[in-house]
C-alpha cells in the first residue's frame, strides 16, 4: 500500500522559512522520482520542484533560488527546504509519486505565509 505523509507546514512571516518532510512507504522509494506540488485557494495544483532518483533536481521559476528540493534515500524522506517565503507561496503543498501511471499523493500540509 502506498503511503504519502506530509509534515512541516505552519505559519510564518514573509520572508521566514520552512521545512517540508515527506515520508513515504509501500514502493521502491530510491529508484522514483518524488515531485512537491500546491494548490492555493481558487488555484489549480501546480507543479514546485521534483528530485530524480539520481538526486538531480528541477524547479518551476517561481521558487528558483529559494527553495531547495532534497530526499534521503535510507528514510525514504524527500524534503522541500524553503527560504524567503512570499504569501503568494501560501498553499496546501504536496508529495507526489507516479507508478506506472498512477498518480499518489500525501494529505498534504498547510503553508500560510502572512504577517
Known amino acids: 500500500q502506498v503511503q504519502l505523509v506530509e509534515s512541516g507546514g505552519g505559519l510564518v512571516q514573509p520572508g521566514g522559512s520552512l521545512r517540508l518532510s515527506c515520508v513515504a512507504s509501500g514502493f521502491t522509494f530510491g529508484s522514483r522520482t518524488m515531485k512537491w506540488y500546491r494548490q492555493a485557494p481558487g488555484k489549480e495544483r501546480e507543479l514546485v520542484a521534483f528530485i530524480y532518483d539520481d538526486g538531480s533536481t528541477n524547479y518551476a521559476d517561481f521558487v528558483k533560488g529559494r527553495f531547495t528540493v532534497s530526499r534521503d534515500n535510507a528514510k525514504k524522506s524527500v524534503y522541500l527546504q524553503m527560504v524567503s517565503l512570499k504569501p503568494e507561496d501560501t498553499a496546501v503543498y504536496y508529495c507526489?509519486?507516479?507508478?506506472?501511471?498512477?498518480?499518489?499523493w500525501g494529505q498534504g500540509t498547510q503553508v500560510t505565509v502572512s504577517s
Open positions: 507526489n509519486v507516479v507508478l506506472g501511471t498512477r498518480p499518489y
